[in-house]
Antibody
Framework: QVQLVQSGAEVKKPGSSVKVSCKASGGTFSAYTITWVRQAPGQGLEWMGRILPILGTNYAQKFQGRVTITADRSTSTAYMELSGLRSEDTAIYYCARDVGSFFYNWLDPWGQGTLVTVSS | DIQMTQSPSSLSASAGDRVIITCRAS??????LNWYQQRPGKAPKLLIYGASTLQTGVPSRFSGGGSGTEFTLTISSLQPEDFATYYC??????????FGQGTKLEIK
């Protein structure tokens, strides 16, 4: 049973950066694609980007230049770093395993979420 | 980008009711459509993938259908634990997933 456990809540100043971690257990992390999704307070889900085992990363255009997704396969941990933080980046950030089979993809399981608050 | 639009945005229903949530894509996505349930304060949970395949462990009162641009999520007989927010998500464009805005299912 794959589980994803994320790092704890963060409070950041505008203009700074945040790095959220997502540690996997119960499976073969080296084969995983990990996706990051965020949810602003009271709002819907927004896809940010993902990291694939061999093909690297792809990011939503909205976050290009501000987001970096990496993975340390030796510790089964993925990271999402967002720079140039502004108040609108206050949100819960989720990681999820991006599962693929016969050209279909879905997100399962999800981490528990990490609240990032951007405030001066 | 492929836009996903859900209707209704909110819905009031009673336990035992049958409800249908609709999701429309701005262009054809074949059956590359997933549904998630999110309870308050919790992470989303996968219900259905490939438009109609029930994830293991999900009760059979949930079902999905559709193809192309129109999709439905049906809950045949609402249970108290089903009151939550539901999201559709397209995976046709693997360079950019998009979600619907969500449908909040509330107790009448």
């Amino acid at each position: 049973q794959v589980q994803l456990v994320q790092s704890g809540a963060e409070v950041k100043k505008p203009g700074s950066s945040v790095k959220v971690s997502c540690k996997a257990s119960g499976g073969t992390f080296s084969a995983y694609t990990i996706t990051w999704v965020r949810q602003a307070p009271g709002q819907g889900l927004e896809w940010m980007g993902r990291i694939l085992p061999i093909l690297g990363t792809n990011y939503a255009q909205k976050f290009q230049g501000r987001v970096t997704i990496t993975a340390d396969r030796s510790t089964s941990t993925a990271y999402m770093e967002l720079s140039g933080l502004r108040s609108e980046d206050t949100a819960i950030y989720y990681c999820a395993r991006d599962v693929g089979s016969f050209f279909y993809n879905w997100l399962d399981p999800w981490g528990q979420g990490t609240l990032v608050t951007v405030s001066s | 980008d492929i836009q996903m639009t859900q209707s209704p945005s909110s819905l009031s229903a009673s336990a035992g009711d049958r409800v249908i949530i609709t999701c429309r894509a701005s262009q054809s996505i074949s059956t590359y459509l997933n549904w998630y349930q999110q309870r308050p304060g919790k992470a989303p949970k996968l219900l259905i993938y490939g438009a109609s395949t029930l994830q293991t462990g999900v009760p059979s009162r949930f079902s999905g259908g559709g193809s192309g641009t129109e999709f439905t999520l049906t809950i045949s007989s609402l249970q108290p634990e089903d009151f939550a927010t539901y999201y559709c998500q397209q995976s046709s464009s693997t360079l950019m997933y998009t979600f619907g805005q969500g449908t909040k299912l509330e107790i009448k």
